[in-house]
């Protein structure tokens, strides 16, 4: 049995231990907003945050975070890191969306971290994340947006 | 089909009252008209099919085109908003289940490809909505006893004085009006909608991971699948031990299906290590000695000799005698994957008499034809769910339903509800590439530098050969397509002798269009070639092509239009230079400048500008969106993407060897369209091929070396 902290809520798993957390939160736990993209940790697909760390999930044994606080794109939206995907809405940057959430993921970990990010920052923290749409100068503007202090985006937007 | 469209109207009428306009259903005969692919029938549209209003004032469209990125889920609502007179905000967006009355306007089938949804549906969705809007007009006015003609529709109401009324209020007694036979299309002038930067619909839920791909899409019982495939193209299994797979916790069955062995497990997991655990002897057949390297060989032989003919005029021979000076060069592209994000997978259920599909596909209706094939049943037992695609380049487009029809084949064996996922490696390993090309380009100038001979010579597998669409896009050993964006390029046909030639050799790998096709390799050596000779004439590029396009005013239009917001000719930041390119491709015109640097053998693109002319623009944003992406697509092909293969087996298979772009090497990308009233054309696939010929162009300018195969490399 694994416990698992996700968004907030306690689950308790009877699944094998190597299985990488992507396909737990997917497949038992109904959480498909985090993708699969590679399962090697080179696309950033399935992106979460592990004690407010981005993580990939696709190459994360489940066991090595059991009792961690597990933040996925679903959760998210509970907290003050929303104003990310509104920033994504803002500068229309999603095309097919299948890698955004996990962008979004790797963006909220980066302005945690640095508030006001350079492009530099973003170069460094945006790119284990692949968009084959092709997005990229998009998500940096929106990453800039977001870390704009919310008065000003008002007026911005 | 009519079973098809009767459950579409139970599905309408069973969702309660006022929720649908009842247009009456297009006759059968035009159904089966449709359904014979000869020709979709014209206006009126059956509206019906395309449009719900519910009694809540939501409006409802359904997109007879697969969104995967390229902005349908915006665009087609934009058209139909603007006749009906919609509040934007009450818009909600649905993919139409596979049936004949959302056959492609021009290609009789449910398909997404071509950069053709905009175009297509313009029509079609304009009328449903004007349709929809002279019907709820007409029961206000019965209402009202007033004459229809006194009132309008505006923001979600039917307005007549001081009277107004809701869609949503209108909706069921204009259920039971007769549709118009006719209706007026709005005057562009007067349009609010179209036109107009429009913010993409499905953003939010896709930010927010809320967008269901098909990956995601879960039912009760549902298995998950691997397929063990072939490793080399044409193997067959000669055998197989499951023992050690079965012996995995959670795998439920181990099955064999046409392309493989299927292990189907409880979930993804138990299904890999299951497949880790299978043991299969393979009969590699002749697909083993297969080698890139070999092929390259082959295909610079035959590029030697002239080759099925495409175009000719004049008199080649005379045309190179007469010439001061005669330039030559080769160019080769290699097998590329289409590498969408989200890699194929696709969920069968089947029950007594039904085929229940979901799948990211932009060919429904081959889809469903080969399902019911497979699955024993009618064509109107099979029914398609489409899910937003991860992403789609031409590869959910296969002529053989390869993802859907393993999926059918595997639930048929397993006995269950499967969902059939590939894993990155599976996806790069399953064939359906862009083929390899390879060109010889044979051009004598004037003394002036004009070319008097242009003799081109394309060698690569036929994409059509061998599929449904091939006697429709084979035409006297010539695939279209092989040749598409050079047999009308305006350098081909302003040289009065030319030639172009197709040579076709046959390969088992199998190969598929990708995001612009034909005009990748065919822009790439004619805008390499047009650079060489502008450079071996002494002249600009730029001003090289003016004299060459001067009577093209909308390939001119998009050059001047990138040359001058790039600013062409004027001094750049250090280390910094420019190339030139631009190409028409699926009746669009793009200009694109580059702007790299070089520093050792590292190639570095900073800057893009690129002008589009699109003919009437429907949707700005839309149009900037596809043109950069676009442009990003082009560059990890030009800088980075290489599929080789080697006894067979394809050496590629996943990111760390099949490189993508990334953040931190994407340039900026500034987007400028021409305005015009012309027709519309693509916007999809035409921001793809300037771009590699731009960046040799611009490698060119930096270093002196002309870089004549992709990926480049400098070293």
Redesign the interface.
Known sequence: MIELLVNGKRHVLNV?PD??LL?VL??DL?L?????????A??G?CTVHVDGQARRSCVAPVSSVAGKAIT???G??DGPWRV??GA??AE??????????GQ?MAAAALLKARPRPTDED???A???????????????AAIHRAAVPAEKNEKRS | MSAVRGLDRRKFLKTSAGLVIGFTMAPRSALLRAQTAAGVPKPPPDANAFLRIGADDRVTVLLAHSE????VWTTLPMLVAEELGCDWSTIRVEHAPAAPAYFHTSYGMQMTGGSTSTWSEYDRYRQVGAIAREMLIAAAAAQWKVDPSSCHAEKGHVVCGGRKASFGQLAAAAQKRTPPAAVRLKDPKDWTILGKPT??L????????????G??V?LPGLL?ALVARAPVFGARVKSFRADKAKAV?GVRAVVQVPSGVAVVAD???SAKLGRDALEIEWDLGPGRDLSTDKMRAEYRALAQTPGAQAAAAGDLEAGFRSAARTLEAEYEVPFLAH?????QNCTVRLSEGKCEIWAGTQFQTMDQKIAAEIAGLKLEQVEIHTP??????GRRATPTSQVVAEAVHVAKAAGAPVKV?W??EDDMRGGYYRPMWLQRLRVGVDAEGSPVAWQQTVVGQSIMEGTFFAPMMIKDGVDGTSVEGAADSPYLKGTPNHRLGLHSPKTPITVLWWRSVGNVHTAFAAESMVDELAHAAGQDPLDYRRRMLKDHPRHLGVLNLAAEKAGWGRPLPAGRFQGIALHESFGSWVAEVAEVSVAGDRIRVHRVICAVDCGICINP?GVA?QM??????GLTAALHGELTFRDGRLEQS???DYP?????E?P??EVHIVPSTEKSGGAGEPGVPPIAPAVANAIFAATGKRLRRLPFQLA
């Open positions: 094998r299985t990488p396909w997917r497949e109904g498909t907003g985090t993708k699969y993209g590679c399962g090697m080179l696309c697909a996925t794109i679903e998210l939206a990310v995907e994504w809405v229309d940057v999603p095309q097919c969306g299948y890698c955004q959430p979004v973003i170069d460094a945006m790119s284990g994340n692949i968009c084959r749409c092709g997005t990229y100068q998009r998500i940096r | 995967m990125g390229q902005g913010r993409r499905d953003a939010a839920d896709k930010a927010a991971g809320r967008a269901e791909f990956l995601d879960q998950t916790d979930r993804f997991y590498a969408t994000m989200e890699p937003f695609l991860g992403g789609g380049f996922v894993t990155r944003a969106a950069e992406g676009g442009i990003i697509y996943n990111f760390h993508m772009m990334r953040m931190r994407a900026s990308v």
